[in-house]
Every structure is written in structure tokens, then in C-alpha cells.
């Protein structure tokens, strides 16, 4: 990333005791991007303005495509991602006069769900979700019986994020071997919990997004074991912290301006997300990151303000 700034993996543990309640800074910080990240920034928001009610901030979720377009055109100061910046992303970057900071705020685990009531179905393989998600399948794997002739003659109903999502970007690459190949014959939405209602409505649905929006809504749906050749696994703190959950684990980034850095209020918001998101992300069921990175990270951090 040639002429940017970047810091990898930085998160920090435990909430922050330095600044004051009830404190004078004032201002607003915009976000947008990522559902999966949002879940993370809306609580870092929450917890932040118990401290800084004054400072106005904006967290939205069009999805991290979207939210880079935003970004690179200087219209948001961060974007929430659930994939690592595009090179094309990096140039409208470059070309935008935007210089940023990649912050890895967490690990998740791409939860694979079906509906409750589906009773032939515990555990899916890497190559069954290819047959199911491939862009060949389209109206022709349409029943559970067209993926495994074990499974009932059921309607296949599926549910997933749209092209402006990450999720959709690192799915589609891992799963079918490029970025954005996928079946068109399904039901996309870039609001993680849309898909939640439609997964848990239909008898014979199944989609994916990321696992805290499982995790929120478990007695809503039947998660999946998935097996990539060692064996079915899903997705937990252990699972996608030692990568043993694959290929479905991924880290979760913030991109931050940094111009923005020179505003106090947004200063302090960027501190007090990085000594909570340890916390905070674990509590929306996300994997946080080392201690032992993120002490790495902060030096970087200081690096990059000098």
C-alpha cells in the first residue's frame, strides 16, 4: 500500500479510565460499511456516548462495498469492513486525497444456518456449498435431494448478502473459487438481519452471514457444522481463533481517515474503540484479537501520528 499508512490488527482489552464522564468534547463521526463490523461499532457508539454525549456519531451499514465508495470519496470518516481494501479500492483511495488506517478489530466465523424444522440436515461440506452456491446451480440445484439424494425432494430456499456486502466477497472466493461468482436465484439482502427473518420463516431455507447474527438469534435457527476435509466443525471462539473452522474464518477491519485524527473528539472516539473492542466485540459474538498484537499495534498507532 504504497503511500498509505497501515496498522493491522488492533484491538486493545478492557474499557478505558482515562478520560472523564460528562466530558465537553463535542462534534460528529460518521461510519458506514460492513452489517457484520456494524454490530461492533454500534457498541463501541453506545458505550462512548455514556462518556461523550455531546459527540454526535452516525453508524450506518449500506455494506463494505458501498461503504468504500463512501469512504474513498472522503464522504465518511470510517468504514466498517468485513474484507481486506481491494486494490481498486486503494487507488480511488489514492485518487480521493484519502490517507487511512487498517485496524483489524476482531475475528468471526461465517455461520452457515438452516431452519429449525429441517431435521435431514446437521453438517454441510465445503464442495456441497460450492454445488449449492456455484453460479452453474443456477435453477438447477433447486431441492435439498439435488445437493445429496439422501435429503428430501424440499424446495432449497436460499438467503444471502448482496454484492455490496463482504461477506458475499469472501464467501463467493472461498467457497467458489472467485470473488462474486455466485447463483443470482436467491433472496439477497445487505441487512444481516433480513436474512435472519427469512431463514428462520421458511422450512426449507439456508443462508449464511456472520456468526454474532446467529449468535442473537440461536433459537430462531439451526446452525451447521461445516467440513472442509478434517472433519465437521463450527464456528466458536476456539474454532476461529486457531483457523481449525475453515475456510470460514475472516478478520473484521476498520478503515479510519486519518485527517480525521486531527479532530479531538474523533481522536478519543478511535482510543476508546480500541481499548473496548476486546470487550465489546466478544460480547456481540466475535473472536478478539491478541493482547499481545494489539500492544504491537498501539506503538504503530503512535507511529503514525507523529
Known sequence: MAGLTTVLLLVGCGKSTETPIGSSLSGSISIDGSSTVLLISQAVYEEFNQDYPRVKIDVSASGTGSGM???AAGEIDICDASRGIKDSEIQACKDGGVEFLELTVAFDGLAVVTNPENEWCDKVTVEQLKTIWRAESEETVMAWKDVDPAWPDEPLKLYGPGDDSGTFDYFTKVINGEEKSSRRDYQPSEDDNALVIGVAGDKGSLGYFGYAYYAENADKLKLLSVDSGNGPTKPSIETVRDNSYA???????????????????????????????????????????????????????????K
Not at 259 to 276: D, G, Q, T
Not at 278 to 303: C, F, H, K, M
Open 69 to 71: 465508495r463512501m469512504f
Open 247 to 305: 475456510p470460514l474464518s475472516r478478520p473484521l477491519f476498520i478503515y479510519v481517515k486519518k485527517s480525521s485524527l486531527e479532530r479531538p473528539e474523533f481522536m478519543e472516539f478511535i482510543k476508546f474503540y480500541l481499548a473496548n473492542t476486546a470487550a465489546l466485540s466478544t460480547d456481540v459474538g466475535y473472536v478478539p484479537v491478541s493482547d499481545g498484537i494489539a500492544a504491537q499495534n498501539q506503538e504503530l498507532l503512535q507511529a503514525a501520528l
